[in-house]
């Protein structure tokens, strides 16, 4: 059974300009939720999409968006890029029920300069 | 709030055992995690604990006491891979699914 697959790796951006990670959860997960660790915070919750519908949020400002399409593939955006958003995105799927395990893909390094 | 607290570091002896300990205070729980972590890696999965006691997977084994809001990771027979961050992570009340609060991680040591 293929993992969790999040593209690109690594990114490299400028400040105010924006940017959108992909995320291609495992087969049957319903549930996509995406992760910012840096090494100051941990990890933090960003948000998390459910049958394509946004079912949990963090308390990150609203440059941060996200999405799910039909096929639970999901996409993050983030607009007017600032240094402090530096840090490794994780998307972690699963079945979306209480108890379900996150599933995390190897994350994409977005370093803003 | 939710609040979870974990040692930052632990060194311990291939061969030997480790307890690797997470206190959290939340307005609603609805389990626990112990994920692990190896450098420049993602996050697996190793336990869940939703109700109080000891739960036994090979080398490791997790336990809660809810009205403690205290966990541990036993770790036995130490390896070096065991070499990592392990997170504890709470799930709430409230949130179903994805949403989980981590504490900080707790990056492991094991000498020969």
Known sequence: KAGVTQTPRYLIK???????????????????????????????????????????????????????????????????????????????????????????????????? | GQNIDQPTEMTATEGAIVQINCTYQTSGFNGLFWYQQHAGEAPTFLSYNVLDGLEEKGRFSSFLSRSKGYSYLLLKELQMKDSASYLCAVAHLYNQGGKLIFGQGTELSVKP
Not at chain 1, 72 to 84: A, H, I, Q
Request: aromatic share 12%.
């Open chain 1, 14 to 113: 400028t400040r105010g300009q924006q940017v959108t990670l992909s995320c291609s959860p495992i087969s049957g997960h319903r549930s996509v939720s995406w992760y910012q660790q840096t090494p100051g915070q941990g990890l933090q919750f960003l948000f998390e999409y459910f049958s394509e519908t946004q079912r949990n949020k963090g308390n990150f400002p609203g440059r941060f968006s996200g999405r799910q399409f039909s096929n639970s593939r999901s996409e993050m955006n983030v607009s007017t890029l600032e240094l402090g958003d530096s840090a490794l995105y994780l998307c972690a799927s699963s079945l979306g029920g209480n108890g379900s395990p996150l599933h995390f893909g190897n994350g994409t390094r977005l370093t803003v300069t």
